[in-house]
Nanobody, 123 residues
Framework: QVQLVESGGGLVQAGGSLRLSCAAS????????MGWFRQAPGKEREFVAA????????LYADSVKGRFSISRDDAKNTVYLQMNSLKPEDTAVYYC????????????????WGQGTQVTVSS
């Protein structure tokens, strides 16, 4: 089992950047594929990015390709989401998740979830 805690959210102007962190405790994060999802008010949770166990494979939602970058530092049991060129439509609660199975864009394939961190992008 693993516990996940996100940090790094906040208020930023459009065009700005934020870096989210997801710290894992318990079982080491290297045992899991890791993903980021987000949920805006009144909308369903959606996939943002994911990274394989070893980190050689990454997946991105079309809406964030070229702007967001996911990475992992297993020595620190931490996964990052670098978000650049932020847009108001990126406003959401961002969740970190861990999958003991294959790398996936589907939230149902993730076994463990953090509590989320709010990202607000002003226009």
């Amino acid at each position: 089992q693993v516990q996940l805690v996100e940090s790094g959210g906040g208020l930023v102007q459009a065009g700005g950047s934020l870096r989210l962190s997801c710290a894992a405790s318990g079982r080491t994060s290297s045992s899991y594929a890791m993903g980021w999802f987000r949920q805006a008010p009144g909308k369903e949770r959606e996939f943002v990015a994911a990274i394989s166990r070893i980190g050689g494979t990454t997946l991105y939602a079309d809406s964030v390709k070229g702007r967001f970058s996911i990475s992992r530092d297993d020595a620190k049991n931490t996964v990052y989401l670098q978000m650049n060129s932020l847009k108001p439509e990126d406003t959401a609660v961002y969740y970190c998740a861990a999958s003991s199975g294959v790398l996936s864009t589907r939230s149902r394939n993730y076994d463990y979830w953090g509590q989320g961190t709010q990202v607000t992008v002003s226009s």
